[in-house]
């Protein structure tokens, strides 16, 4: 049986101060990378005797983290795969939650059809949060290519 389990880059400086990311490529910072080794071991007692694949985004802050966990479970560093980027936000990348609110409005605002997405400047848009989704299962089946829940849904 294959397991997939997902783990989120640990803390960046960015995260602390409450700043939109996207995908800016911010660095874990020293609590990241105790985020990251907590999880590694907890990861390592947990997959003991097992030589799990290692994925993650290309952007240093998730590179960084499965680097730490594939150390600790003993294997090969990761695979890295540019679409688990986290998705753009635009201009919004460096604003804090309340900077965004104040300029742009809510969250939760219907993005238009038939584009489905708004542009937010220097080309970059945001993207329904069901793009992430789609991206995680293209690179499963890239992956995985002959695994029996390939085609899981």
């Known amino acids: 049986m294959t397991t997939l389990l997902l783990v989120r880059h640990g803390e960046t400086d960015w995260n602390a101060a409450r700043r939109i990311q996207g995908s800016t490529d911010i660095p874990l910072n020293d609590t990241g990378r105790e985020q990251a080794r907590e999880t590694a071991a907890a990861l390592a007692a947990r997959f003991a005797g097992q030589a799990p694949v290692v994925a993650s985004s290309d952007l240093s802050r998730a590179r960084e983290t499965a680097e730490i966990i594939a150390e600790a479970l003993g294997v090969a560093g990761p695979r890295l795969y540019p679409q688990l980027r986290e998705r753009s936000y635009g201009v919004a990348e460096g604003m804090t939650i309340e900077e965004y609110l104040e300029r742009f409005g809510a969250f939760d605002r219907?993005?238009?059809?038939?584009?489905?997405?708004?542009?937010?400047?220097?080309?970059?848009?945001?993207?329904?949060?069901?793009s992430c989704a789609m991206r995680v299962a293209a690179t499963r089946r890239r992956m995985f290519p002959s695994s029996p829940w390939r085609t899981a849904r």
């Not at 219907?110 to 069901?130: D, H, I």
């Open 110 to 130: 219907v993005v238009p059809r038939p584009s489905r997405r708004r542009t937010c400047g220097r080309g970059r848009c945001l993207r329904l949060a069901g």
